[in-house]
């Protein structure tokens, strides 16, 4: 059992979440400007914030018995709900463009809420890892409603001038059965 | 208790004209899960899922929830995962490995046979004459395997699952026994909730390949280079050149594709790892079953359905399960396989690239759960001038029904719902059989 002694002093917040806060604001600004993209229907814009070696990937989440916490998580190489990298996230981009993907045809209103957001510094120059949680809420045609809950672990890696791009997303999602018809959003 | 009667008039196979009543009602959702599923050989699980003694995975027989596990002999028991006391699972992992399965309301506690082995406090609060060899998880009546499949079934009288198969094993030879080592899954089960009835899932596999010009359009435009779209020519019998359907009294049907380049159609995107793969093996599959199974291996099953609630595709390689969640709803078990002996780069890109099209997240997949899901919601309402139609089902009506080939089954060429109709009429067979 792990319980804290009567004497413990508090957790102390990791030095690393405590970079200059020009740096942790333009990449929260960043977060924030590719989820309002993705509510905005401006997926192929959206894509341009993806690196060209970009992995972006949702493993499915067991449920696992005390001995085998550990495999909660599917790993690389495994099923996973997401595997992608920049083309096959063309393709979704591309489809979701087509106005022939009845899945989000007619469109699908979304809302991606993010918060909780902690950025560190990365090993490479210019690369943060950025781990947020979020919320995304699809509402569609007469009553359907989708709401996903979840944590991304992210590397966001400077560009230039105002420009950041996602290097890598890993999204943990807090279901195990996928409780939708599909997973047509992007997250 | 609906009648006999009242179920023929929904189900006019024949005429191939279908109601929606069959898909919305909760009457007959109850009753199928008896007849139906209470009398057919059900997936549980692969070989490969549950490898080592003491491996389990837990699925559902119908609505019934049942744990399989590998035994200390090698062997596989599979039981009803409820504890004798009070109903609960005994089991609330997915998947893993046990010694024993502990019911944590009152701790009655079963080995992986599932014997019952302890039960806190036995002597003092239900004394000596406690018989636990009476109180065992209820074990599921009929166990057997093909091709590394298990299957259970509650019908202690049902013919063995060779029979039952039939001559759906031709096809299941084709692709999942072309290597001496088999085929095994990848880890990992995928699950995903959709609305609609069970049957739109099934009855698709098994013959609805005319469905994947509307409903997959986004993705052939997306994914599907030019050069591969000549496998949609539709000048040949009734459809696509190349294309075959089978099926059976069985229940069992599916859709193949001889062309060569039907299987790169089916796969686009992926990498030419894959097709020089079973290139290579086709040698193999042509000395082992003979130039038809060796043109069924060379082009696709496009899809493919074991009744009631089993299907595969050939190329991408996925199996699933369509579990019942009530009349409008249903939960998909989707697995990727490979085979066993494949280099590890095939794999991997059959892996990927299955998931690409299949799954919720599939390119082609999502907009099947968004149709199935909207029939159900459609109906979900029983509105009663919607339930006084009949659904049409009769493509290809003037196809012959039956087991015209013993051991291929029935065959046309082209699209039609034979395996469709085929599907209910089996179904009804089930469903008017009082059993008495």
């Known amino acids: 059992m792990d319980v804290l002694a009567p004497e413990a002093t508090p957790l102390a917040l990791p030095e690393s979440l405590l970079i200059d806060s020009p740096v942790r604001a333009e990449i929260e600004q960043f977060l924030y400007f590719e989820a309002r993209l993705l509510d905005d229907r401006r997926y192929s814009e959206w894509l341009s914030l993806c690196a060209d070696d970009i992995f972006y990937w949702m493993p499915m989440r067991r449920n696992r018995l005390t001995r085998d916490r550990s495999r909660e998580l599917t790993e690389v190489g495994e099923l996973a709900h997401f595997d992608e990298n920049k083309t096959s996230l063309r393709w979704r981009v591309e489809q979701l463009n087509t106005n022939l993907h009845w899945s989000e045809a007619p469109p699908s209103r979304t809302r991606h809420l993010v918060s909780n957001v902690q950025a560190t510094p990365a090993a490479t120059a210019g690369e943060y890892d950025v781990v947020s949680n979020f919320i995304c809420y699809r509402n569609r045609l007469e009553q359907d409603v989708d709401i996903w809950a979840g944590e991304r672990r992210d590397v966001v890696r400077h560009v230039a001038e105002r420009q950041w791009q996602l290097a890598k997303r890993t999204i943990i999602l807090d279901q195990n059965v996928i409780l939708s018809a599909n997973l047509s959003v992007l997250f | ?436």
Not at chain 2, 19 to 43: N, Q
Not at chain 2, 311 to 316: D, H, R, Y
Not at chain 2, 328 to 353: C, F, H, T
Request: with cysteine.
């Open chain 2, 1 to 436: 208790m609906i009648s006999h009667e009242e179920l023929r008039s929904y189900v006019r196979w024949e005429d191939g004209l279908i109601s929606p009543h069959i898909f919305s009602s909760d009457d007959i959702y109850e009753l199928e899960m008896k007849r139906v599923f209470g009398r057919s050989w059900l997936f549980l699980a692969h070989d490969s899922q549950i490898p080592r003694p003491g491996d389990y995975f837990a699925t559902y027989m119908g609505a019934d929830p049942v744990l399989i596990v590998r035994q200390a002999d090698g062997s596989v028991a599979a039981f009803l995962n409820a504890c004798r006391h009070r109903g609960m699972k005994v089991c609330r992992g997915d998947e893993g490995n046990s010694k024993a399965f502990t019911c944590n309301y009152h701790g009655w506690s079963y080995d992986t046979a599932g014997r019952l082995v302890s039960v806190p406090s036995r002597e003092h609060v239900y004394g000596e004459d406690f018989d636990m060899s009476r109180w065992g998880l209820a074990p599921v009546a009929r166990l057997d395997h093909y091709q590394g499949f298990w299957f259970g079934s509650f019908d202690p009288s049902i013919v063995d699952l060779g029979t039952y198969l039939g001559p759906f094993r031709y096809y299941m030879d084709t692709f999942l026994d072309t290597m001496p080592g088999g085929i095994e899954f990848i880890g990992g089960t995928q699950k995903a909730m959709m609305g609609g009835n069970w049957k739109f899932a099934a009855e698709q596999f098994a013959g609805d390949s005319y469905h994947a010009a509307t409903s997959h359009i986004s993705d052939f435009a997306v994914t599907t280079p030019p050069e591969l779209m000549p496998v949609r020519d539709q000048s040949g019998d009734h459809g696509p050149v190349g294309f075959h359907q089978f099926s059976t009294l069985g229940g069992h049907g599916a859709g193949f594709n001889t062309t060569r380049n039907a299987r790169r159609f089916a796969a686009a995107g992926a990498t030419d790892v894959i097709d020089q793969y079973q290139d290579s093996i086709e040698p193999d599959v042509l000395a082992r079953y003979g130039e038809d199974a060796a043109s069924i291996y060379r082009g696709v099953i496009q899809h493919a359905n074991v009744f009631p609630n089993l299907s595969f595709l050939s190329n991408p390689t996925t199996v699933r399960v369509w579990h019942p969640k009530g009349p409008a709803g249903m939960e998909m078990y989707s697995w990727v396989y490979v085979d066993k002996d494949a280099p590890a780069e095939v794999k991997d890109q059959l892996r990927w690239i299955t998931q690409h099209h299949f799954g919720p997240q599939g390119l082609a997949e999502q907009d099947d759960g968004e149709n199935f899901s909207a029939i159900g919601s459609n109906l979900s309402l029983r509105g009663p001038e919607t339930h006084k139609l009949m659904l049409h089902y009769r493509m290809g009506l003037s196809d012959t029904a039956g087991d015209t080939q013993p051991a291929k089954g029935g065959r046309v060429k082209g699209m039609g719902e034979m395996p469709q109709r085929l599907f209910y009429r089996r179904w009804l067979e089930l469903m008017t059989d009082s059993g008495e």
